[in-house]
């Protein structure tokens, strides 16, 4: 925009204009997750104005009563308020007395004390109106003794009167704010919804918050001290005390508890491990009280992602929450205390090594995943907990530590069916292989030269397998070169060698080596065969040395000595086929179309060749080909 050379008189600076009752309206309804919250706002108001009467006067009375009944009110023995107080701190929106006028949060006269209060935004109040068409405060200063008894009246289309009253009204310095109920929000106001709110909400406020009903019952809320300030009769009384109160808040018995103490951030609380193994992407919701109010029961953003084997209960003084109280404020502050917290269980974690295996043993047992989660990245964690993580070997469940002392070299697999199908003959052929088809697993088994020198780790292949079978004697070797030579033309089409071995089991006919990467290889490889044009080139240079698998047909195998005396060329076509075939489906991975075709062939020609040997006419002879299916 260019400037204009004689200002008009609508130029220069305006205000904005403020629509009161939308204003109002978003504050209040559309902020807040529920309208639960007005309870917490009131609760929390009260909190404050006491904290600032205490400040002044350490011994002021500290009590919170919140009245069920036709209406609800909540009164308290705070600072109170004078008529101008009223004006400039509850009747205007945004403006609260425990942030300076510049914004600044640093409180009028109270700036030692600022850190003590929970509001700071000064539109809480407004939430009362999800409950009530008015809210009605009426207040008498502590500071001004002289000043008379206000009442405040607002409604929700954002006006308000004011009303001073006798001393009579209210002998003693506070406040009381009253609400009635709309038509429709009872429910949120009945006694027992509000004593279950107060305790939601309330039960570590620092003051005697009760809760009474018309009948003239009332109810304590709060619990102070916390249960991790209190002191116990022994260390096994408090941590059953720990534990009992996570049966209370979070309803299991937790497999230990970790207590958590960060003076430099105002926070203490403790950690519950939790008993039973969850998934690691569903991370623990935590309940965070700031300054002894409760902000959420479901803040994941408190420790890092990987603890996401605890559950935490926690009362701060240093983080912020957001405007609507309901999370977090994501700053520095709470990145370090995140850091912080999760420093502090993974000393926990390395601690339980030295002091309680037996306990470390029961929480790897349910945790593992985790643990390896965070070992990955953390070298001083892995070399600490290594000997304690369960790996699946050719050995059976035993840490990687074990193995490695029985297999110098540990070969590992990129997927589970292949350590299904490996596992056993290499077992038996003294090979030491290990499952990395689990999250984290490969990736920690080839860090396992760092942290033990000496061991050597390789990824299975298919020639180190056939490599450690045990070869055939060149006798039979030779009498089967007949079998084999065909054999090797029917799986050569697939990119697959053949080599004859002895291994165990004996009933075990053949083993099919491939791994994924050279199925992909292959595949990149077939696909560059069949396009034309730039899709050929691209594909093309993509194409690395393409491995082939290899088809390991065991000589011990009775089936197997069989077929290697078979002459007739499609007998021996039709076998090496079902013997390719059935080493495919030992694989248990998908088949791909031309695959599915070989076994029908197989099992065809097979079929046909079997009645034929029963006298009845070959059905090549008689009837149509093969069935053969088109990719
Ligand atoms: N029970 C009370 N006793 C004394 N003063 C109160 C009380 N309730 C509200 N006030 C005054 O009214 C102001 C506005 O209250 P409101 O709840 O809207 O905001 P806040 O508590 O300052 O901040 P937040 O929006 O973060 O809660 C407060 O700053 C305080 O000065």
Redesign the pocket.
């Known amino acids: 925009m260019s400037p204009s050379p004689s200002p008009s008189p609508s130029s220069g600076a305006h205000t904005f204009q403020v629509d009161l009752r939308g204003l109002v309206d978003l504050l209040s309804h559309h902020l807040y997750s529920s309208p639960r919250v007005y309870l917490r706002?009131?609760l929390?108001?009260?909190v404050?104005?006491i904290t600032?009467r205490r400040t002044a006067d350490p011994q002021a009375p500290a009590r919170i009563t919140v009245r069920t009944g036709a209406e609800l009110t909540?009164s308290?023995t705070?600072?109170?308020?004078t008529e101008a107080?009223?004006h400039?701190?509850?009747a205007?929106?945004g403006?609260?007395?425990?942030?300076g006028s510049d914004g600044r949060i640093d409180g009028a006269g109270l700036a030692s004390a600022r850190g003590d209060?929970?509001?700071?935004?000064?539109?809480?109040?407004?939430?009362c109106f999800v409950v009530a068409d008015e809210i009605t405060?009426v207040?008498r200063s502590a500071a001004s003794p002289g000043a008379p008894v206000v009442e405040w009246r607002g409604t929700s289309d954002g006006r308000y009167t004011i009303t001073t009253l006798p001393d009579s009204a209210m002998p003693q310095p506070?406040?009381t704010?009253r609400l009635v109920p709309r038509a429709g929000s009872e429910q949120w106001t009945g006694p027992d919804q509000v004593v279950a709110l107060a305790r939601h909400y309330g039960s570590l406020l620092p003051y005697e918050v009760t809760v009474a009903d018309p009948r003239g019952g009332s109810v304590r809320i709060d619990e102070t001290p916390p249960v991790w300030e209190r002191r116990h009769a022994s260390p096994l009384a408090r941590k059953e005390a720990l534990a009992e109160h996570c049966r209370r808040v979070f309803d299991f018995t937790p497999l230990d508890t970790i207590e958590l103490d960060l003076p430099a951030a105002g926070l203490r609380g403790v950690a519950h491990v939790l008993p039973t193994a969850v998934h690691p992407s569903k991370r623990s919701g935590h309940r965070v009280h700031l300054k002894g109010m409760l902000v959420s029961d479901q803040a994941e953003e408190l420790l890092p992602e990987w603890a996401f084997f605890v559950r935490c209960v926690v009362d701060a003084d240093s983080l912020r929450?957001t405007?609507s109280?309901e999370s977090l404020y994501e700053d520095e502050t709470l990145a370090a205390v995140r850091d912080a917290l999760g420093a502090r269980i993974r000393d926990w974690l390395t601690g339980l090594a030295a002091s309680d295996p037996a306990l470390l043993h029961r929480f790897l047992g349910i945790h593992h995943l985790a643990v390896k989660a965070l070992a990955r990245h953390d070298d001083e964690l892995l070399r600490m907990l290594l000997p304690w993580l369960p790996f699946e070997t050719t050995d059976g469940n035993v840490t990687l530590d074990e193995f490695a002392r029985t297999h110098p070299t540990i070969l590992v697999t990129s997927t589970v069916e292949e350590f299904r199908q490996v596992a056993p003959i290499a077992g038996a052929a003294g090979l030491g292989v290990v499952n990395g088809g689990y999250t984290y697993d490969r990736d920690l088994v080839h860090r396992l030269p760092e942290i033990r020198p000496g061991t050597s780790v390789a990824d299975l292949d298919p020639g180190t397998v056939t490599a450690h079978l045990d070869a055939a004697d060149p006798a039979a070797e030779l009498s089967a070169a007949a079998f084999l030579a065909v054999a090797r033309e029917v799986v050569g089409r697939f990119d697959c060698d053949v080599a004859l071995r002895s291994f165990h089991p004996v009933s075990s006919p053949a083993l099919l080596l491939d791994n994924r990467e050279a199925r992909h290889e292959r595949t990149r490889a077939e696909l560059a065969g069949q396009s034309d044009g730039v899709w050929a080139g691209i594909l093309g240079s993509l194409r690395a040395e393409a491995p082939r698998a290899q088809l390991v047909l065991n000589h011990l195998n009775p089936l197997v000595r069989r077929a290697a005396t078979i002459t007739e060329r499609g007998l021996a076509t039709s076998a090496a086929e079902a013997l390719y075939g059935q080493a495919l489906l030992m694989t248990r991975r998908p088949l791909r179309a031309e695959e599915s075709a070989l076994l029908n062939r197989a099992f065809v020609g097979l079929l046909t060749h079997a009645m034929h040997g029963a006298g009845t006419p070959a059905a090549g002879a008689a009837g149509p080909a093969a069935p053969e299916e088109t990719p």
């Open positions: 706002e009131l929390q108001n009260s404050d104005a600032a909540v308290d705070g600072n109170g308020l107080d009223v400039t701190f509850l205007t929106i403006r609260s007395s425990k942030r209060f929970i509001g700071q935004f000064g539109i809480g109040l407004l939430s405060v207040t506070g406040t704010v929450p405007a109280r």
